[in-house]
């Protein structure tokens, strides 16, 4: 085998496609063909047509959804498109979640998450490997761009059948019958799809299928939310639900972040608490089991654990010198345009630094699990954006195969990431094993937010050059933050032999920790650079994930850009978007709608816009100081061209929460740490806004004909620096520092 030793210059992209015999053998074992059958599950009465669609006898159309729903939407959009292309009766239709099958892996998500820091690997072996793990994944705003063309065509193909069951019946072409409402008609005759389904599967399909192509009768409505009923009586089951027979309850406590092991518990005063049953320890952490959770969580008090904690000790001091050193020493390039150093070169430059803080996730369901071992196999119900990753996390925790591992994927009390994190499934597990009985663990609020995979922190140092008439010549971009996208490949692609060595490989980027920062503005000239820094905090994905503070340093800086230049904020923008019509139009349509002054001294407004997974937005804030020195957002407009739109409400409830959300991360939303634990205990350290914090918000959805692009994470990285820029305009200050905090440069 040839080896690669000091000073190879052998490329990334050359040692993946080319040489290396074990990534020689993965790139093979990648692209060989294979075919998967549905394994869809069939209720008495009903038929199966393909992976995705299944009809009763009574009529009902059953789609299954492959995507976690955690409030986005996603069990309504995506069978919207399937019974448009099938012409169903909304009435009808019903959802279930999708069972574990590489047919409905999510190639798109992997790629986006990680913002293509695996491009130098082949496409096959990409897809390859989703394929091959069953990578069902719910992330980077995908569910539709990933699974509308795929859900078409299953809806396109069970109404063919259809037609052909129907017209043998009639004795007519099946091409002149057609479907609509939940019947397939010709002329004045009907019949139900529930009466022809068990004869329709058996027909053949041609090639191509004829596609509809959102122009039924169900495409841009904005139909009623499939999950919305169950949510509003209570009979929706969450994980917290499952009651399963001799079930106990249990309560952890993790070491704390570093180097830290589980020293010592009061296992004598635990017993005293009325329920409480046993005790789990390991290194890491320590569980307290009873006939309820409230008797385990009063156990794991009176337990009272003690840690022991190795090496320097973690504070926001030392995360803040972290970055900073990171931020002072040696970068990688990650994107660039043009020669910077001769634009650069005695030039007179106008300079900023900006820093952004810890945030957490914070949804309403904290992390849980419920898990059963009985005979060597694993059943586990749980909240999780990966279901494949979590069974082969738990089924390595046990050291028992993936196959032994059944994984019941539940509703998600809202997750904006956190639930790609796995631990508590191997937690349940554990504890199941130990007990012998079903256990269902449950973290507590503060054990949430002490032990987050956390929205990273950063440092930008930004640099520009302006020509004579205010034109940007040169833009540089220095960011320091942990490289969580490498983090993240190692928690979820710890089976993706190719991808975990592509980034053992010297040079290997992290786009992720600098996305969005590459400017989307006609710049001639301009460098982004990485400089990854150790805080020894995990980090993770987070609603928009670097975006969410990449945006805040560009849209601020535009700003400041614009006040040297004398120019006006928005015509500034729009000067320098060249021929990005999309984007002009939103932020002249939200300036347009919110009033837009000029961002004058004194006007408090501020605006700033975005662009990302193939969606726009522009977002117009007006925000003041309150006499106690508090952030007040008074108003909030927004105009988004997220392409063709499968249901505008889900949409603008999309585009509504991540303003919100954008908004909470803006003034809180954050965490400092004190030897090795977060300072945010509760949900009332983190500055939440209420309902009577919320602004005045107006929401514009501008038609487009494009594409369908992101949506869910699409509002929130515009927010801050929106709101940012007003506060300028309102006190004459600039705050550079996420969460804005008066006082704080």
Not at 111 to 126: I, N, S, V
Not at 189 to 208: I, M, Y
Not at 486 to 503: C, G, I, N, W, Y
Not at 519 to 548: E, K, M, Q
Request: hydrophobic content about 45%.
């Amino acid at each position: 085998m040839a080896t690669r030793g000091e000073g190879s210059t052998t490329s990334r992209r050359g040692l993946l496609i080319g040489g290396g015999a074990g990534i020689g053998l993965v790139v093979a074992w990648a692209v060989w063909p294979r075919s998967y059958a549905p394994n869809l599950p069939r209720a008495k009465g009903e038929t199966v047509f393909n992976a995705w669609l299944k009809i009763g006898e009574d009529g009902t159309v059953t789609v299954a959804v492959p995507q976690a729903e955690h409030g986005q939407g996603v069990y309504t959009a995506l069978p919207q498109i399937l019974a448009d292309e099938l012409g169903a009766d909304w009435r009808t239709v019903a959802v279930q979640p999708a069972p574990l099958n590489p047919l409905y892996a999510n190639s798109l998500a992997a790629d986006t998450l990680f913002e293509g820091d695996f491009d130098a690997l082949p496409a096959p072996l990409r897809e390859g490997h989703a394929q091959r793990s069953a990578l069902l994944l719910t992330a980077g705003s995908t569910s539709v761009r990933a699974f509308e063309a795929p859900l078409r065509e299953a809806g396109a193909a069970a109404r063919v059948l259809l037609c052909k069951a129907a017209a043998k019946r009639w004795g007519v072409d099946w091409q002149g019958c057609a479907t609509e409402t939940g019947f397939v008609t010709h002329g004045k005759q009907r019949l139900r799809f529930g009466d022809l389904a068990a004869s329709a599967a058996s027909n053949t399909l041609p090639d191509p299928l004829p596609l509809r192509g959102g122009n039924g009768a169900l495409a841009g409505q904005s139909l009623p939310r499939l999950d919305a009923p169950a949510k509003v009586d209570g009979s929706a089951i969450f994980a917290g639900d499952i009651r399963l027979p001799d079930m106990v309850f249990a309560a952890i406590r993790q070491a704390p972040v570093g180097d830290a092991k589980l020293l010592s518990v009061d296992r004598a005063a635990a017993a005293k608490v009325r329920g409480m049953l046993s005790v789990v320890t390991n290194d890491g952490w320590v569980a307290a089991v009873a006939s309820n959770w409230w008797a385990a969580n009063r156990a794991l008090d009176a337990l009272a654990p003690s840690f022991t904690i190795r090496g320097a000790p973690i504070n926001t001091d030392s995360i803040d010198a972290a970055l900073d050193a990171a931020l002072n020493g040696d970068g990688t390039r990650i994107w660039s345009q043009g020669d910077l150093a001769p634009v650069f070169k005695g030039a007179r430059l106008v300079t900023a630094e900006y820093r952004a803080g810890l945030a957490v996730h914070a949804a309403i369901e904290t992390m849980t699990a419920t898990a059963r071992l009985d005979d060597g196999k694993l059943e586990l119900w749980l909240p999780t954006q990966a279901p494949g990753l979590a069974r082969a996390a738990a089924a390595a925790a046990l050291g028992i195969s993936e196959g032994a591992v059944t994984v019941y994927p539940m509703l998600i009390g809202g997750s904006f990431g956190a639930n790609l994190d796995h631990r508590a499934a191997q937690q349940a597990a554990v504890l199941a094993r130990a007990l012998k009985r079903p256990v269902q663990l449950t973290w507590s609020r503060r054990e949430d937010l002490q032990h987050d995979l956390y929205r990273p922190p950063a440092r930008a140092r930004m640099a520009a050059r302006l020509g004579a008439n205010g034109q940007i010549l040169g833009w540089q971009a220095k960011i320091a933050a942990p490289a969580t996208g490498h983090e993240l490949a190692s928690r979820l692609l710890a089976t993706d032999q190719a991808a975990r060595a592509f980034l053992a490989l010297p040079g290997a980027g992290d786009r992720y920790s600098v996305a969005g920062a590459r400017p989307f503005y006609r710049i001639p000239a301009y460098a982004i650079d990485h400089h990854p820094a150790d805080i020894g905090v995990p980090t993770g994905h987070w609603r928009s994930g670097a975006h969410s503070y990449t945006a805040f340093f560009t849209e601020c800086f535009i700003d400041e850009l614009a006040h040297v230049a004398g120019t006006e904020a928005l015509s500034f923008r729009i000067a320098m978007l060249g021929g990005d019509a999309r984007l002009a139009r939103c932020l002249s349509t939200a300036a347009s709608l919110g009033g837009w002054e000029g961002g004058v001294p004194g006007s408090g407004q501020g605006i700033a816009c975005h662009s990302f997974r193939g969606s726009h937005i522009a977002v117009l804030a007006e925000a003041h100081i309150d006499d106690d020195q508090s952030v007040t957002v008074d108003r909030i407009v927004a105009a988004v061209d997220c392409g063709r739109q499968i249901n505008p409400d889900l949409v603008r409830q999309q585009i509504e929460g991540g303003l919100i959300f954008g908004m909470a991360a803006t003034t809180g939303a954050s965490t400092g740490f004190s030897e090795n634990r977060a300072d945010a205990r509760t949900l009332r350290d983190l500055g939440l806004p209420r309902l009577a914090d919320t602004p005045d918000i107006t929401v514009e959805l501008i038609p487009s004909e494009a594409d369908p692009g992101g949506v869910s994470e699409l509002a929130v990285p515009a927010v801050a620096p929106a709101i940012a820029n007003a506060l300028q305009a309102s006190t004459g200050s600039r705050l550079r520092a996420l969460p804005l905090t008066v006082g704080t440069p």
